[in-house]
């Protein structure tokens, strides 16, 4: 049974970065699935933040992709977001997940993380 | 950017059919998937393919989708089953995914 793991700075500073570590236990990190992450804003729904495949190939929002890098470390078994340029607008849960591709027709999350949640404030 | 169109919030009474609808362009060629999500835990899939129900999820749980509206069915609410609901999908290019704004539940 996969399970996630979020882990980073439960704060941040203002025009800071913000950097998260998600490790994947029960199993390697094999090449049918991608990896992603998703926050949630105290109050708000769920956003889709990006992911990343096997290979290193990553997609990401329009509304973060000049600030968000995603990475997968096999050795490690494990996936990284940095987010640069933080504002008290970036403080959420930030959830990762394991990811399978449906076909051509979607892409869905089947094993999510607890969640970490990160304030940005001074 | 692309966007998936939600209800804020849905009420029913307990036994009653809850219809929690998700409107977007790409859901006439995409599939749409639906998370429950209790009190900011993880989500949970509910519904993958449309219609398709996971091992464990009841079977008051359906889903449809015609057209660019998809919509999620609970026969039967449970109180249990109050919680934020989202839909999911890919647009049409493929390249990005985006969830719907979340729909509150309420059974009472």
């Known amino acids: 049974q996969v399970q996630l793991q979020e882990s980073g700075p439960g704060l941040v500073k203002p025009s800071g970065t913000l950097s998260l570590t998600c490790a994947v236990a029960?199993?390697?990190?094999?090449?049918?699935?991608?990896w992603g992450w998703v926050r949630q804003p105290p109050g708000k729904g769920l956003e889709w933040i990006g992911e990343?495949?096997?290979?290193?190939?990553?997609k990401y929002s329009p509304s973060l992709e000049s600030r968000v890098t995603i990475s997968i470390d096999r050795s490690k078994n494990q996936i990284s977001l940095i987010l640069t340029s933080v504002t008290a607008a970036d403080t959420a849960v930030y959830f990762c997940?394991?990811?399978?591709?449906?076909?051509?027709?979607?892409?869905?999350?089947?094993?999510w993380g607890r969640g970490t949640t990160v304030t940005v404030s001074s | 950017s692309y966007e998936l169109t939600q209800p804020p919030s849905v009420s029913v009474s307990p036994g009653q059919t809850a219809r929690i609808t998700c409107s977007g362009d790409s859901l006439a060629e995409k599939y749409t998937y639906w998370y429950q999500q209790k009190s900011a835990q993880a989500p949970v899939l509910v519904i993958f393919e449309d219609s398709e129900r996971p091992s464990g999820i009841p079977e008051r749980f359906s889903g449809s989708s015609s057209g660019t509206l998809a919509t999620l069915t609970i026969s039967g609410a449970q109180v249990e089953d109050e919680a934020d609901y989202y839909c999911y999908s890919t647009d049409t290019t493929g390249l990005r995914r985006v969830f719907g704004g979340g729909t509150k539940l309420t059974v009472l």
């Open positions: 029960g199993g390697p990190m094999s090449s049918s699935y991608w």
């Open positions: 997940a394991r990811e399978r591709r449906d076909g051509q027709l979607g892409f869905y999350m089947d094993v």
């Open positions: 990343i495949y096997f290979s290193g190939s990553t």
